[in-house]
């Protein structure tokens, strides 16, 4: 495993070839770590790559083109020992291909490139998949970074005050159909919802149909520690349960999990993305460290 780096005057950013996995961000005059340190008696990563699936397969199995395939939560992504092709001042990029053992699991020709580029306090993370088969590929794709933060005494914002529906997993990690409604106080031109150790007690909070695109971490004594900005059309909210961790991540999502019911055919699943052989699926989030705001774009 290799860590490489990027650094400016405000920030400096780590990232390992292991998972192409965002693994620290410093502020440079204070010291201060903004990211989880992966401490694995609460949770051992700290911004894992999702992909070719986010969340988990009803079972842990699809069927594709009469094949069974059986993949674990989240994917092999994070797993995956990634390359380093492009490294400048400001901006990292790593990749992975398709391989005998990931088509053991995942039935395609691919190419995943992950870049990460540093700008003042902002990180942007991207997202390149091509489709290096002959055929339509199917996948999801999602990021997890965990922020460090007092639980209890933190809250979040977002750039709408509407309430928010969350889905709720159930059992095998799947989704039920049961969901449950986040009250968000008015603040400025933000919703506010408190952090607690009991909103996560059914895990992940998984908010489907766009519903923000923008949200920040804030303390209670509003000490501006990070503000996430996307356009992914799914994401979720989570802290490991029953632990009452230091930290909370922020997941944009393109995907989630099937289903209790669903059919698991890997071509039909919900929020899922496809490509035509030769195309190219390109996207990227924004982490703004330090400062924070959720007024629409």
Known sequence: MEICTLSNEQLTVAVSDMGAELRSVKDNATGYEYMWQADPAYWGRTAPVLFPVVGSYRDKTSFYDGKKYTLGQHGFARDSEFWLFAHSPTELWFAIKDSPATKEHYPFRFMLAVGYRLEG????????????????????????????????????????QQDLKSGILGAGGTLSSREKLLHLVPEGDCGALPLSPSLFDEDALILEHNQAHRVSLVTEENKKLVDVAFEAPVFGIWSPAGKDAP???????????????????????????????????????????GEHGCKKQ
Not at 135 to 150: D, E, K, M, Q, T
């Open 121 to 160: 306090r902002k990180v942007t993370v991207s997202f390149h998949v091509h489709n290096r088969d002959t055929r339509r590929i199917y996948f999801s794709l999602g990021a997890h970074p965990a922020f460090n933060c007092p639980l209890s005494s933190s809250r979040l914002l977002f750039d709408t």
């Open 247 to 289: 930290f909370v991540c922020i997941e944009p999502w393109y995907g989630r999990a099937d289903r209790e019911d669903f059919c698991q055919k890997l071509e039909e699943r919900e929020w899922g993305n496809t490509l035509a052989a030769g195309e190219d699926f390109i996207r990227s989030f924004s982490m703004h460290f």
